[in-house]
């Protein structure tokens, strides 16, 4: 398998602007997360989805964050309107369900600069 | 919430040394993994081990959950091993893991 796909890599954008993130989970696994990391706050769970349903959105920081899971093989986490503060990696990982062995496996992130 | 603490936050090790590192966490726990965030920026999975003892090459962990800590042991490292160390739980059943804040390791030649 080719692991967690995530899209773009890097994304520079302006404040005000949209930006929608991409995820493509390990086939199978039926877990999906989105995380966010800073140098202030580390690593921080935004969203998980079981089964293409979301579970826990508590870590969303506010409305201008939305996440979508259309099928089991995507996911996206859109932010509207942009601002500087959402500069971040984000990242994406999936897992298998209960009597997995192995945890959770990320992506390789993106690399969000809002100006 | 659970509260998870790293140590040390920094460490600078010569090629081939040991060392080991400490996770302790506040609560009673499902699910326990070790990562590492190379300078890359990647996330590797290096263990999951809520529990018990496992060993993948040069790396080993263990986790006593009785007494709410695990290590991370790294045998004659190599610069390949520097980066950043991460330990990260679960609560109550729940898939949200919990992050500490890193330790940033740094293997010299």
């Known amino acids: 398998d080719a692991g967690v796909i995530q899209s773009p890599r890097h994304e520079v954008t302006e404040m005000g602007q949209e930006v929608t993130l991409r995820c493509k989970p390990i086939?199978?696994?039926?877990?999906l997360f989105w995380y966010r990391q800073t140098m202030m706050r580390g690593l921080e769970l935004l969203i998980y989805?079981?089964?293409?349903?979301?579970?826990?959105d508590s870590g969303m920081p506010e409305d201008r964050f939305s996440a979508k899971m259309p099928n089991a093989s995507f996911s996206t986490l859109k932010i509207q309107p942009s601002e500087p503060r959402d500069s971040a990696v984000y990242f994406c990982?999936?897992?298998?369900?209960?009597?997995?062995?192995?945890?959770?496996?990320f992506g390789p992130g993106t690399r969000l600069t809002v100006l | 919430g659970i509260q998870v603490e790293q140590s040390p936050p920094d460490l600078i090790l010569q090629e081939g040394a040991n060392s080991t590192l400490r996770c302790n966490f506040s609560?009673?726990?499902?699910?326990l993994q070790w990562f590492h965030q190379n300078p890359w920026g990647q996330l590797i999975n290096l263990f999951y081990?809520?529990?018990g003892t496992k060993q993948n090459g040069r790396l080993s962990a263990t986790t006593v959950a009785t007494e709410r800590y695990s290590l991370l042991y790294i045998s004659s490292s190599q610069t390949t091993d520097s980066g950043v160390y991460f330990c990260?739980?679960?609560?109550?059943?729940?898939?949200?893991?919990?992050f500490g804040k890193g330790m940033k390791l740094t293997v010299n030649p």
């Open positions: 086939s199978g696994h039926d877990y």
């Open positions: 990982a999936s897992t298998e369900g209960q009597g997995r062995d192995y945890g959770q496996f």
């Open positions: 990260a739980v679960d609560q109550g059943g729940s898939e949200k893991l919990v």
């Open positions: 609560d009673s726990v499902n699910n």
């Open positions: 081990i809520p529990s």
């Open positions: 989805f079981n089964n293409n349903v979301p579970i826990d």
